[in-house]
């Protein structure tokens, strides 16, 4: 994990959007979402029915 005050101003342009990716983010944001039949909106019955691929871990267990 980085420390928010050990980025110097160098590493921190560096992982900055470019503005072309700023472009592209901006006009993605803007597109419709658009749902066919190999992937259909989710409802809440189906949303009920997915299963984690990672379960959460049992804390207890974990020390």
Not at 33 to 48: M, Q
């Amino acid at each position: 994990m980085v420390n928010i005050s050990e980025i110097t101003p160098d590493l921190a342009k560096e992982l900055a959007f470019s503005e072309e990716e700023l472009k592209e983010l901006e006009i993605a944001r803007k597109k419709e979402i658009v749902f066919d039949e190999e992937c259909p909106e989710t409802t809440p019955e189906r949303a009920l029915k997915f299963k984690r691929v990672n379960p959460p871990r049992d804390v207890k267990r974990a020390l």
